[in-house]
Nanobody, 127 residues
Framework: QVQLVESGGGLVQAGGSLRLSCAAS????????MGWFRQAAGKEREFVAA????????YYADSVKGRFTISRDNAKNTMYLQMNSLKPDDTAVYYC????????????????????WGQGTQVTVSS
């Protein structure tokens, strides 16, 4: 079992920055990849970023590449999402998620590749 708790969301103006955190409990956090997803009102949940269990490999959606950075600190059981140059289109509830498999495969952007989810944190970007 893995419990995930996101924090760091809030209201920010366009062009601003936020850093999300995902605190994990449970013995498998350090040994599995993790990901960030987001869901805007009335839309499906979409992939944002993923990171391998050691942190050496990262993956991003085209819409956030160059603006967002995913990282993790396994000693603290915590994953982060640094979000810069935020746009109104980034407004959504952001979720962290635990990957089902030990190693990232080609389907890392799929919701069904993840088995544990946090409750989400709201990010609102005003224009």
């Amino acid at each position: 079992q893995v419990q995930l708790v996101e924090s760091g969301g809030g209201l920010v103006q366009a062009g601003g920055s936020l850093r999300l955190s995902c605190a994990a409990s449970g013995r498998t956090f350090n040994n599995y990849p993790m990901g960030w997803f987001r869901q805007a009102a009335g839309k499906e949940r979409e992939f944002v970023a993923a990171i391998s269990w050691k942190g050496g490999s990262t993956y991003y959606a085209d819409s956030v590449k160059g603006r967002f950075t995913i990282s993790r600190d396994n000693a603290k059981n915590t994953m982060y999402l640094q979000m810069n140059s935020l746009k109104p289109d980034d407004t959504a509830v952001y979720y962290c998620a635990h990957y089902k498999e030990r190693y990232v495969s080609s389907g890392y952007y799929r919701v069904d590749r993840y088995d544990y989810w946090g409750q989400g944190t709201q990010v609102t970007v005003s224009s």
